[in-house]
């Protein structure tokens, strides 16, 4: 069985590795800060037990919720990549993602109802906003979000859960050893780039529940290096 619990962050790695390799330049202030923040990260000590049996549902979602993964690329370059509810209106949440590469802060912010968790075809994007490195804010017109509604499903597409059948196994990172993670392989494409890797998820960890990503035919990692279920706001 394949789980799509990693699909939007591995695809977000290959975004930021096309960009890296043809978009803005280093910003020194923010290779600066990535650097000093992987420098402290280490693999947690805390463990989080197993999930129950039977468990295959992830958390709810709730306002405040929020995770941070560190990301380094086949590159050996290391990135943040922030996702957070920090608002609900009726059945939709508001979604933030905040990517920090060498080349600044970038952010998305979307209004989404999810429907069924495990059935992206339910999954409805009502609002789009970005934000770029220098602060610029742009909202997407309504008939763009409709005629791209597969496009920017696919950026959620972490939040879609299926892990009932998956093995399972424990996994370290800097938030903490969690056992009876839910491995799967997932794929990712963007364009001509296409990668495979080997995931963790566990359902103590809001929104995607993932935990770990290693990499197949690409060398990249994707790790949590926090998360809560509370305190998220918004830097929009």
């Not at 905040?98 to 339910?122: H, I, W």
């Not at 926090?226 to 305190?231: E, H, Q």
Request: with cysteine; charged share 15%.
């Amino acid at each position: 069985m394949r789980s799509s619990a990693f699909t939007s962050l591995l695809t977000v790695a290959l975004t930021t590795a096309l960009a890296a390799a043809c978009g803005p330049s280093i910003d020194p202030a923010a290779k600066a800060d990535i650097d000093r923040r992987v420098s402290v990260l280490q693999v947690g000590s805390n463990t989080v037990a197993a999930p129950a049996p039977g468990m295959f549902a992830p958390m709810p979602f709730a306002v405040g919720q929020w995770t941070q993964y560190k990301m380094v690329s086949d590159k050996n370059e290391p990135s943040f990549l922030t996702y957070k509810i920090v608002g609900q209106e009726a059945d939709a949440v508001w979604l933030e993602m905040v990517n920090e590469t060498y080349s600044g802060r970038t952010m998305q912010k979307m209004l989404v109802a999810f429907g069924n968790r495990m059935d992206p075809n339910t999954v409805q994007i009502r609002a789009v906003s970005t934000k770029d490195a220098k602060g610029n804010v742009q909202e997407m017109p309504p008939a763009a979000i409709s005629m791209m509604q597969s496009l920017y499903r696919g950026a959620v597409s972490s939040l879609i859960i299926n892990w009932q059948g998956l093995p399972q196994e424990s996994a370290s990172v800097p938030a903490g050893r969690f056992d009876g993670c839910f491995k799967a392989r997932t794929e990712a494409q963007w364009g001509a780039w296409r990668s495979v890797a080997d995931s963790w998820s566990h359902p103590a960890v809001p929104l995607s529940g993932a935990v770990r990503s290693q990499g197949v035919d690409h060398q990249f990692t994707m790790e949590l290096a926090a998360f809560g279920t509370s305190g998220a706001v918004s830097e929009f």
